[in-house]
DNA sequence: TATAATATAAACAACT
DNA sequence: TAGTTGTTTATATTAT
């Protein structure tokens, strides 16, 4: 009964329509979980396509007007750039007739040179000032354009911010809609005027033009997340908090920062009702700080241990303030004083929370691409495959929970998803995954179980393994090296997601592999019958060809992907004559620790790796336990006397073995101790 | 095409 | 009696 209902479930569950199905509903999934995961900061998420809906509904006015406004920033931008490009150029080669120009450039005010850089041409200066001077000049002047450029953004937020509060108050008995919309148009300028100018000093930066110090650079560059690790929109995220809403009185801050943030600006521009929450005040630190672990940019843990994690490099880490603090006594005052609780810092608090809802976001959306990216790479299979990634990495973040939860459907015994190293041969089963024909001899077992190991544990997806093979790890990997069928079937589903379900089919194939198969000796002990493996017999089963021929390298080759063509490649040699992970290195740590009783339970093999080693040389097994277990199989009631007496069916005695069959396979194993 | 390996299904017996 | 364990047979698929 148990068989016939289950089997109806497998079945059904081989259609491989149905694995791609599943597979799309994971994507889905993950596509619903970033979704969800962007719910309170799914206004970011949506800004995009909501701006686009506002742009739609605003008038060709109001677009034009926004892009005349937006304009002379540009071109402000562009020109600067290009003068500072010039002077950096100037400083490289100091005789060259730039640097007279950046050195010109010193003298003429950052605005007027920013509005008419062509007309600036005295270049008298580089003739009078000495190289040195030169450098001074030209970071003085530096400094001088970036908080022009700094107070010249100011001025177009604050106009762009004004405009967006008499929208408000206008459009007051607008459609709601219809005003959200425009809000959001205008904060979608906000945000690429700030991203411009962000984008700007970065480069600036990069060019090794502004070499800024800590107390020259304006907040901005300093505060800008690290470029490699922030979207472009949560750069702006932050500065829309601090930049854009200065109203007048925060604008300009006793520090010359001119980054603090206004708690109004933030809430009304980054955090739209809609968005963020009530970020009620409970969620700050009140008054300490130093509940605000997380700051949005590392450096702060590049900082002295022990310190304050929103003190480093002498100066306050809060974003936005770099005020310089000489000790961290000072610090802790300035903090209390400057970041105490208050409208401000909630604002900023709560933008530092979209900003890691933003990295949130972005994680999810970079996982769902990367499972498109593998469900698309496995529906071509032929397609050569750039690389393996780490797997335990890979697979984790292709699923962020941790779980790529079984389709709904029992459907999918084999998913398009792939773990990333393994070979798609290993993985070819289009179909019901009759034939996993790489398992015994392209991609050996140990290793790429131990290399997806986290994938399959999560993955619905059919290990490229035959029962055979996977019986044999699941046996060797415990310190005894015998398992009870119970146990055996606990590895399965341990190891696999994929034997979580259709329990019934894939038991019985167990079952029917242990009777079937030479290899496995049923030995009785106390606890009852446990199964071992007879690695002699099962290396017998390879085909003698494949041992080392080109027929194997062949095979390997086309089979796997490039990328872990190396790995396991290496691993198939090692497993030809060590049947387990012997090459610490391709191991995770989690399945390297899984494998780990492995390694040391034999007792005469010295480093004996895998003690399974004995596969391709009869290992373990004295000749006598050997035919011993042989016997036992045949014989149960006998073995278990025998056995008795050490560890039921103990480590086995590695000390002579049993006449290497595969000799061929040896080769790899030199020092190996064959008999 | 023949063969081997494998997967799956199922029947059956023994045991708990 | 039901469930588990173990064996065996049959059939289909795939690769060599």
Known sequence: M???????????????????????????????????????????????????????????????????QQAPVLQALQVARQLLLQQASGLSSPGNNDSKQSASAVQVPVSVAMMSPQMLTPQQMQQILS???????????????????????????????????????AGKQQPKEALGNKQLA???????????????????????????QPSQASGPLQTLPQAAVCPTDLPQLWKGEGAPGQPAEDSVKQEGLDLTGSATTATSFAAPPKVSPPLSHHTLPNGQPTVLTPRRDSSSHEETPGSHPLYGHGECKWPGCETLCEDLGQFIKHLN??????????????????????????????????????????????EPKPFSQPVTVSAADSFPDGLVH?????????????????????????????????????????????????FYKNA????????????????????????????????????????RRNTATWKNAVRHNLS????????????GAVWTVDEREYQKRRPPKMTGSPTLVKNMISGLSYGALNASYQAALAESSFPL??????????????????????????????????????????????????????????????????????????STAGPPEDRDLEEELPGEELS
């Open 2 to 68: 148990m068989v016939e209902s289950a089997s109806e479930t497998i079945r059904s569950a081989p259609s491989g329509q149905n694995g791609v199905g599943s597979i799309s509903g994971q994507a889905d999934g993950g596509g619903g979980g970033a979704g969800a995961a962007g719910a309170g900061g799914g206004g970011a998420g949506r800004d995009p396509a909501a701006g686009a809906d506002s742009n739609g509904e605003m008038s060709p006015a109001e677009l034009l007007h926004f892009q005349q």
């Open 581 to 654: 992970l012997n090459s610490p290195g391709m191991l995770n740590p989690g399945s390297a620790s899984s494998l780990l009783p492995l390694s040391h339970d034999e007792v005469g093999a010295p480093v004996e790796p895998l003690p399974s080693n004995g596969s391709s040389s009869p290992p373990r097994l004295s000749p006598s336990q050997y035919s011993h277990q042989v016997q036992v199989k045949e014989e149960p009631a006998e073995a278990e006397e025998d056995r008795r007496p050490g560890p039921p069916l103990g480590p086995p005695n590695p």
């Open 406 to 454: 079984p389709p709904t459907s029992a459907a999918a015994p084999v998913t398009p998803l792939r773990p990333p190293g393994l070979s798609s041969a290993s993985l070819h089963s289009g179909g019901p995954a009759r034939r996993r024909s790489s398992d015994k001899f392209c991609s050996p077992i140990s290793s790429e179980l131990a290399q997806n190991h986290e």
């Open 337 to 382: 004083t400057e970041h105490a609780l208050d409208d401000r810092s909630t604002a900023q608090c709560r933008v530092q929370m979209q900003v890691v809802q933003q990295l949130e976001i972005q994680l999810a959306k970079e996982s769902e691409r990367l499972q498109a990216m593998m469900a698309h790479l496995h529906m071509r299979p032929s």
């Open 516 to 527: 079937l198969h030479k290899c496995f000796v049923r030995v009785e002990n106390v606890k």
């Open 186 to 212: 205008f904060q979608q300028q906000l945000l690429q005027m700030q991203q411009l100018q962000q984008q700007h000093l970065l480069n600036l930066q990069r060019q090794g033009l502004v070499s800024l």
């Open 131 to 169: 190289p040195p001077q030169l450098q001074a000049l030209l970071q003085q002047q530096q400094a001088l354009m970036l908080q022009q450029l700094q107070e010249y953004y100011k001025k177009q937020q604050e106009q762009l911010h004004l405009q967006l509060l008499t929208q408000q108050q």
């Open 460 to 499: 619905d997806v059919r290990p490229p393994f035959t029962y055979a093979s996977l019986i044999r790890q699941a046996i060797l990997e415990t310190p005894d090296r015998q398992l009870t069928l119970n146990e055996i079937y606990n590895w399965f589903t341990r190891m696999f997601a994929y034997f």
